[in-house]
């Protein structure tokens, strides 16, 4: 196990191009591997699987060489990498430096792994861009396609059994091109997800929208900026951000590159995380890209975005009219889950941001880590006047001081309780 959470999410070890997968539960990271601190050039010998139940703290798992795929022997162009499931088999995707891409297969997201086609799936000169860098996205009837390329990007649907094209890959069109190195060049490490029925294509930090897989995609923004990022993430702020978008337990969340950290180079990279909110309209909100990462909170921070939880049931995620987002569509018996929360007073005071339009009082009850833990306190939420007005409301909690988790669960009348914008905490005295 390494890593106490934060970002970097595992620092020092060369754990970079991360591309998160959620199975049962379960997030399973493939990455690339920087083998040597100082190099002034990239030196990646293997591929690497990570895993995670909380996104806190990570374990490796295995280790996948090239020596045990079609090349058969040692590499250090070990480049980037996805997986994803079908059938009850998991496939591993691979880069072997620019030039093609490989798959291995496994009864198990964490392998061993096995080539089950003794040759690149897709070799070098086959198409008119680099072979490498492959992006998996699976629809939900499990049609899935691979995306890769470098400055211009490519698309194919692959066929049932993961490890053959059904096409001729097709070049993705995009009507403007931008990305770290300005306009009119994109980058490499593509990537595809889907929302609602919007698919996203990506190139690090950078995104466009389409309502069809093959395009053509509208280029949108950078969903990293120097205003929402912390100063220690700022050096190379869009530069080789390469990573990935996934869901886990209701909540959205993007993975990358980071050169900046203490020990970090160009050829020795970190990977950081950060929260993911769509707004109303399918857009990527800009990311807050902190030290603090995901999964823990500190009471020490003013507010603490609703937004953010861990885990959630019964609620949806909306933009909010006074900014941000909220929570919203809350009924009774929907709870929320913020883990790891760090600096609490003992017998704490605790603030909600709420909107109420009903003429009913409802209730929050606040319980330690989960929705059947110790109850610490409750907090009743009167009308406040409508859906958009907006109070804040306060109670005081049983608790000691130190960490623990906060779960909110919330009761009333049937229908929708209350919208809910932040929480706060009262922290520990500083000494």
Same mark, same amino acid.
């Given at each position: 196990m390494s890593g106490e959470g934060g970002n970097p999410i595992v620092t020092g070890r060369g754990l970079c191009d991360p591309q998160v997968r959620i199975y049962d539960g379960h997030a399973y990271l493939y990455a690339t591997h920087d083998a040597v601190h100082g190099s002034s050039n990239f030196i990646m010998?293997?591929?690497?699987?990570?895993?995670?139940?909380?996104?806190?703290?990570?374990?490796?798992?295995?280790?996948?060489?090239p020596e045990n795929t079609y090349w058969g022997k040692p590499c250090n162009q070990c480049w980037a990498t996805d997986a994803i499931r079908r059938n009850n088999k998991y496939f591993f995707y691979f880069s072997r430096g620019p030039e093609e891409i490989g798959v291995v297969q496994s009864d198990s997201p964490?392998?061993?792994w096995k080539d089950p086609l003794g040759k690149p799936l897709?070799?070098?000169?086959?198409? =008119?861009?680099s072979a490498r860098d492959p992006g998996i996205l699976q629809e939900e009837?499990?049609?899935?396609?691979?995306?890769?390329?470098?400055w211009n990007f490519y698309v194919a649907k692959?066929?049932?059994n993961m490890i053959s094209l059904a096409e001729t890959p097709k070049k993705?069109?995009?009507?403007?091109?931008?990305? =770290? /190195?300005?306009?009119?060049?994109?980058?490499?490490?593509?990537?595809?997800?889907?929302?609602?029925?919007? /698919? /996203?294509?990506?190139?690090g930090c950078y995104y466009a929208m389409s309502d069809n897989v093959y395009g053509p995609y509208v280029y949108k923004d950078s969903i990293i900026k120097a205003e929402r990022t912390a100063p220690e993430f700022r050096n190379r702020l869009t530069y080789d951000r390469h990573g990935s978008f996934f869901e886990l337990r209701q909540q959205s969340?993007?993975?990358?590159?980071?050169?900046?950290?203490?020990?970090?180079?160009?050829?020795?990279?970190?990977?950081?995380?950060? /929260?993911?909110?769509?707004?109303?309209?399918?857009?990527?909100?800009?990311? +807050?890209?902190?030290?603090?990462?995901?999964?823990?909170? +500190?009471?020490?921070?003013p507010h603490l975005d609703a937004a953010n939880y861990f885990i959630?049931?019964?609620?949806?995620?909306?933009?909010?009219?006074?900014?941000? #987002?909220?929570?919203?569509?809350?009924?009774?018996?929907? #709870?929320?889950?913020?883990?790891?929360?760090?600096?609490?007073?003992?017998?704490?005071?605790?603030?909600?941001?709420?909107a109420c339009g009903n003429s009913q009082t409802s209730l929050i009850e606040i319980h330690k880590d989960r929705a059947d833990g110790d109850l610490l306190g409750t907090c009743q939420v009167p009308p406040t006047g409508g859906w958009t007005s907006y109070k804040t409301i306060s109670a005081k909690l049983r608790n000691v001081a130190g960490e623990t988790g906060i779960c909110l669960v919330f009761r009333g009348d049937p229908g929708e309780l209350l919208r809910l914008r932040w929480l706060s905490l009262e922290a520990k005295p500083t000494v």
């Open positions: 010998d293997d591929w690497w699987v990570w895993h995670s139940d909380d996104l806190v703290h990570w374990e490796h798992v295995s280790t996948l060489k964490r392998g061993p897709i070799a070098e000169g086959s198409t =008119p861009t009837d499990e049609t899935s396609y691979i995306v890769f390329g470098c692959l066929n049932e993705i069109l995009i009507d403007r091109k931008m990305g =770290p /190195y300005g306009p009119g060049k994109l980058d490499d490490k593509p990537f595809l997800h889907k929302r609602n029925g919007i /698919y /996203y294509l990506s190139w969340y993007f993975i990358c590159n980071d050169q900046d950290w203490p020990g970090a180079s160009e050829h020795y990279r970190d990977s950081v995380i950060s /929260y993911v909110h769509y707004r109303d309209n399918g857009e990527i909100e800009t990311v +807050d890209l902190t030290r603090l990462g995901v999964g823990r909170y +500190d009471a020490t921070d959630a049931f019964n609620v949806k995620k909306r933009e909010c009219p006074e900014g941000g #987002f909220e929570i919203r569509d809350i009924y009774p018996g929907g #709870f929320l889950i913020y883990p790891n929360v760090r600096n609490l007073r003992a017998n704490t005071s605790i603030s909600f941001r709420v």
